[in-house]
């Protein structure tokens, strides 16, 4: 159960991190100046992308739940 929790908070952490890049890209769609594009790139596109790979690594470094089963 706390291993649960766990994956729960990494996502939640990459989730955050997806949500503020994005939100960050759309708030220099509706800036007309050249530092928009600049902003995009520098802040938005890091924050995004880094939010990919904490997801991933959240994904891949879960540990299962162990069974109770023999035979599973």
Known sequence: MKATRGIETRLRRASVL???GLLTQ???FLIKHPLAFVAF???GC???AGGTVL???GLV????EK???AGA
Do not use: E, M, R
């Not at 470094?61 to 299962?64: A, D, L, T």
């Open 18 to 20: 997806i949500a503020a």
């Open 26 to 28: 759309v708030l220099t």
């Open 41 to 43: 790139l520098a802040v």
């Open 46 to 48: 890091p924050l995004v």
């Open 55 to 57: 997801f991933l690594l």
């Open 61 to 64: 470094s879960s540990v299962p």
């Open 67 to 69: 069974s109770d089963a």
